[in-house]
């Protein structure tokens, strides 16, 4: 049996990793530690609040005495490390909360498992500390370039991506020099349940539900690798469990798109959804052009965001020959779950869009830390 600590549980990733967790490994006992900033959302977690096996703390993963505290009360010996801001927008616009929590805040908890695992032994043989970032630290693809690698140069473009690349280098620093066992993935770009709806797939498909515009950075022709949310969490798995200590891994969905062409298919696929389910027209009778068949009439064109990379794309060869990695599920099927799910859970990204779960939640959860 494992007992894990999860930072960021709340969030989009962290949430559905707890899922597969759980759902994986009944007999482990999983703690989150999430501090519910913006994008954090304890409805995220229903599906495992009443298991035995969870429990849920709020807290700042800067507050390194409560991670210590929660180290030891729990002999924490895996630490999945999600919590991050990680909205390139709004690290444009505010880059001080991404250097707080991506540098300061994985330092803390660096400190923490370091004072804990190392200097007073719990579990100093068995431990694990894994930390999970982005593709985005190795900076922009051309069209022509080879995908990125574990051994692509660093060279981040957005303060968003600067910080993660920086708590990278803190990880491998705290491996290298004080003997932490830590593991590191960089993943592409996620989507699945559960998503914040400012993020380019959801967006899409809540905008198309409130007949709102369809917002297109420049000419949409950004490329990104597309991976699907429970594969990230299956990949992150085989890392901890298959991966060798100080090394780093990509996840990628091997699914690369150009921005306008998944706005267009998510148009198609809603349009088709409507078509064919009388339903949701008396469930989304504001959805307008989709129940006109003509949600693509809602992309909108907007001026494209300061230094906006224009490609991403991971290259798994590593995971895949050493881990046995490769996603389960095509950009297809994966869509098809993304969008059946928000139509089914209208409930969750309303109450997401205008906050009202933070008042339901207090109804449903004990919180401390």
Not at 12 to 34: C, E, R, S
Not at 161 to 176: G, I, N, R, T
Not at 220 to 249: F, M, N
Request: glycine share 8%; aromatic share 12%; net charge negative.
């Amino acid at each position: 049996m494992k007992n894990l600590l999860v930072t960021g549980g709340a969030g989009f990733i962290g949430a559905n990793f707890v899922h597969y967790w759980m759902k994986t490994y009944p007999q482990d006992k999983v703690f989150v530690l999430d501090a519910l900033t913006y994008a954090g959302n304890l409805a995220s977690l229903n599906p495992v609040k009443d298991n035995p096996g969870f429990k849920f703390y709020q807290g700042d993963i800067c507050d390194t005495a409560v991670v210590e505290t929660l180290l030891r009360e729990h002999r924490i010996d895996i630490l999945v490390h999600f919590a991050a801001e990680s909205h390139v927008d709004r690290s444009i616009s505010g880059p001080e909360a991404f250097i707080q929590t991506n540098i300061i805040g994985t330092h803390s908890l660096l400190k923490a498992v370091k004072k804990v695992w190392l200097d007073e032994g719990l579990n100093k043989e068995t431990h694990r500390f894994h930390h999970v970032s982005t593709d985005e630290v190795y900076g922009t693809l051309q069209a022509d370039e080879p995908a990125f690698s574990e051994t692509t140069p660093y060279a981040p473009s957005s303060p968003y991506s600067a910080s993660k690349a920086a708590s990278d280098h803190l990880v491998q620093a705290y491996h290298h020099t004080y003997g932490l066992q830590v593991t590191t993935s960089n993943c592409s770009n996620n989507y699945g349940p559960y998503h914040f709806p400012e993020k380019l797939i959801p967006l899409v498909i809540t905008n198309i539900l409130q007949d709102k515009p369809l917002p297109i950075y420049g000419d949409g022709q950004q490329i990104r690798d597309w991976l699907y949310v429970e594969d990230h969490a299956r990949g992150i798995d085989l890392v901890i469990t298959k991966g060798q200590l100080g090394e780093c891994y990509n996840i990628g969905g091997i699914n690369e798109w150009a921005n306008i062409d998944i706005v267009k298919l998510i148009c198609e696929l809603m349009n088709r959804e409507f078509a064919e389910n009388a339903t949701l027209a008396d469930k989304y009778p504001h959805a307008l052009s989709v129940l006109e068949g003509k949600a693509q009439s809602l992309i909108t064109f907007v001026e494209d965001r300061a230094g906006h990379d224009r490609r991403y794309a991971i290259d798994p060869q590593k995971s895949n020959s050493d881990l046995g990695y490769k996603p389960q599920e095509s950009f297809e099927t994966g869509i098809q779950k993304t969008l059946q799910w928000y139509l089914r859970n209208d409930d969750w990204w309303t109450a997401v869009m205008d906050g009202s779960y933070r008042q339901w939640i207090e109804q449903q959860y004990s919180t401390a830390g």
